[in-house]
C-alpha cells in the first residue's frame, strides 16, 4: 500500500489552510507534520526542513514519491493527478478567470503581508501595513468578483479561486479591514464556510492549534 501523503504545515498559513482544503475536496487523506514558525526561531529554518522546503516556507507536500512545495503548484498537481471532484472549470475562459483571482491574492496580497515580511516591518508597524495591504487588495478583489461571482468566486463551482480567498479573509479579519465594504467577498466566504471540506481545513481545526485558539 502507498504511503499517505505527508502535508507539512502550520494551522494559521494561508498557503497551507488552501491545500488542506484542496485534500479534504478531493477526499485525500493524508498526514500532518506541524512545522511551528515562530517557536524555536522558526522550525521552517531548520537544516532538516530546509533541505525538505528551500525557500524555508510552508506548505510542504510530500505525495506520490515527489516533495512539492509552492502552494499554487501543489493545487495544480492534485488538480492533474487527482482530477475529481476538479478545481478548474472545463471553459479556458474561466479557467483563466479562476487562476486570475488566485493570482490576485496568491502573488498580490498575500505575499506583501505574509509573516516574514510583518517580522521586517516589526510589531509597531504590522497592524498598520497588513490592514493597508489587504484593504487595498479587497478593493481591487471585490470589483472583479461582482462579475464573475455566483454562489463562488467563479459561477457556482468550488475553485482554486475560493482556496485562496477563504484563508485571506481570515487575514481580514485578523488584521481588521472593515468587511462591510466588500459584501461580494463576504457573501462568498459565508457560502464556502458552509462546507465540510473548508470546515475540517479552518485552523482550529488543526493539531498544532493553540488550545486558546481552537473553536
Known sequence: MAAKPLLYSYFRSSCAWRVRIAL???GIEYDYAPVHLIKDGGQQRTEEYTQRNPMQQVPTLVIDGHNLTQSMAILEYL??????PPLLPKDPAERAKVRM???AVNSGIQPIQNLTVLQ????????EWAHFWIDKGF???ETILKDTAGRYCVGDQVTMADLCLVPQLYNAVRFKVDMSKFPTIAHICANLAELEAFKAAHPSQQP???EDLRQ
Open 208 to 210: 498544532d492549534c493553540p
Open 120 to 127: 521586517k516591518v516589526g510589531d509597531e508597524k504590522k497592524m
Open 79 to 84: 488538480e492533474e493527478t487527482r482530477p475529481n
Open 24 to 26: 479534504n475536496l478531493k
Open 101 to 103: 483571482i488566485a493570482e
Open 139 to 141: 478593493t481591487a478583489l
